[in-house]
């Protein structure tokens, strides 16, 4: 029978039928090919001797935290304490885009934000929504529950961020995300425990150390594709990186304020550290 991997503790793993649990072990051949079953696959049991005989094809997998299968990823991004990082912000839906996992846009601590940053932050919701990245904030807990119905989730966030705030707004979960991944980023856990909750109908993944995401692996003109913004661009130059080719219709964008100067800017920044 097939069902989903929900958890995996010591090579166990918790796979979900409907409504049973079902505790497996990875048959052999997986340790031969060098796979190892991930938190979100799809595979098919054998439910009477509890083994995992077959993983479906991912659309999607993240080394770090090791998960498969992600419908959309909540980007939580605090206005003040810790203070809006555009650059952070880019870089994590740019990451995501190049992963095939759609990211979302979730601000949070508006309440601590002065009227000239409400209006900053509503001019880049709009800008973020027109180039196709939905944008919630995290008052509109309603909203963001019905969009993601059925889906699969993860959080991530700086640090402050309030993201174990918004998991257990969402469902009533006891998850100190924050203080895991401050624990992971020092270094004093190697723990990769990852586990999917279902929650109103949400499958919302705790990923602890899923705060630091590095764009590696991937070639400049990869992270270009990941702009949506840049692909109906008309360039002089077939392969052009908007960088410093003449007349790229990219920049002519910028200044003509087609493109968010801050965008453009953080795509310079995250391709001169590839
Ligand atoms: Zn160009």
Known sequence: MQGKIIKNISNTYSVLVEDKIYECKPRGKFRNLNITPLVGDEVIIDEVNKYILDILPRKNELNRPYISNV??????????????????????????????????????????????????????????????????????????????????????????????????????????????SYALGRGKHTTRHVEIYNIDDINIADTPGFSALDIVGYSKEEIRDAYPEFNDSNCKFKDCMHNKERECNVKDKVEKKLILKSRYDNYIRIISEV
Not at 110 to 120: C, I, Q
Not at 136 to 150: D, P, S, T, V, Y
């Open 71 to 180: 419908d959309y990823a909540l980007i939580l991004t605090s206005l003040k304490t810790p203070d809006l990082s555009l650059l952070l912000l880019d870089k994590q839906i740019t990451f995501l885009i190049l992963h095939k996992i759609k990211p979302i846009i979730v601000f949070s601590k508006l309440d601590l934000a002065d009227e000239e940053l409400l209006n900053t932050v509503n001019e880049l919701s709009n800008y973020y929504e027109r180039i196709g990245i939905k944008v919630f904030n995290n008052n509109e807990l309603e909203r963001i529950k019905e969009f993601l119905k059925g889906k699969e989730v993860v959080i991530t966030g700086q640090t402050g961020a309030g993201k174990s705030t918004l998991i257990n707004k969402l469902g009533d979960l006891n998850i100190k995300t924050d203080e895991i």
